[in-house]
């Protein structure tokens, strides 16, 4: 089955910093671009960061930037994004989607929970 | 606030018809960049529900449609079904902040 399964979620203080980690299957991951998206609790969903196939590429929403970094190993089929200095607005369920078109995500992990509290 | 803007919420009663409607501007969905739409049921992740304004993924029924005029675009489901009560979510892309944006959600409650 096609599918992407995150992990590395936990409760980390201000100012800490995380690992999340995505592992796909069942399809050619280093000929997709992949995106982090997060929602905060009771929130709607936002556009984290993306990277290209290649990873040559990436791309981060300003909440994030300077912070966040994704990157991709093809060889383990894992999607990685690295969070320092977290903040309690970082808050959130993160999902990594796989990216098609350029343009849409049509496949979800289940997603990771990051709380970020003292 | 969200640059692509939803109604929060719509009702409906089992076998009726919804709209739910996604507002944009001129440097997203009037820029011509696709509007796409999501399906989140409660405690789940998100689904693909249409892609490319009005395109359907496989496994995805009929009485689900998409459409897209200037710089809005519309998610109608007809036959309102329990199933279907969840947050729905249009999503496109925005060539001036240079980032993929979403809507705020609409909650769809069937009565």
């Known amino acids: 089955e096609v599918q992407l399964l995150e992990s590395g979620g936990g409760l980390v203080q201000p100012g800490g910093s995380l690992t999340l980690s995505c592992a796909a299957s069942?399809?050619?991951?280093?000929?997709?671009?992949m995106s982090w998206v997060r929602q905060a609790p009771g929130k709607g969903l936002e556009w984290v960061s993306h990277?290209?196939?290649?990873?040559?590429?990436?791309n981060y929403a300003d909440s994030v930037k300077g912070r966040f970094t994704i990157s991709r190993d093809t060889s383990k089929n894992t999607l990685y994004l690295q969070m320092n200095s977290l903040r309690g607005e970082d808050t959130a369920i993160y999902y990594c989607?796989?990216?098609?078109?350029?343009?849409?995500?049509?496949?979800w992990g289940r997603g990771t929970l990051v709380t970020v509290a003292s | 606030q969200s640059v692509l803007t939803q109604p929060p919420s719509v009702s409906g009663a089992p076998g009726q018809r919804v709209t739910i409607s996604c507002t944009g501007s001129?440097?997203?969905?009037?820029?011509?960049?696709?509007v796409h739409w999501y399906q989140q049921l409660p405690g789940t992740a998100p689904k693909l529900l249409i892609y490319?304004?009005?395109n359907r993924p496989s496994g995805v029924p009929d009485r689900i449609s998409g459409s897209k005029s200037g710089t809005s675009a519309s998610l109608a489901i007809t036959g309102l079904q329990a199933e279907d009560e969840g947050n729905y979510y249009c999503?496109?892309?925005?060539?001036?902040?240079?980032?993929?944006?979403f809507g705020g959600g609409t909650k769809l409650t069937v009565l």
């Open positions: 989607a796989k990216v098609s078109g350029s343009s849409w995500f049509d496949l």
């Open positions: 069942r399809f050619t991951f280093n000929t997709y671009a």
């Open positions: 990277i290209s196939g290649s990873g040559g590429n990436t």
């Open positions: 001129s440097s997203n969905i009037g820029a011509g960049y696709d």
């Open positions: 490319g304004n009005s």
């Open positions: 999503q496109s892309y925005d060539s001036s902040l240079s980032v993929w944006v």
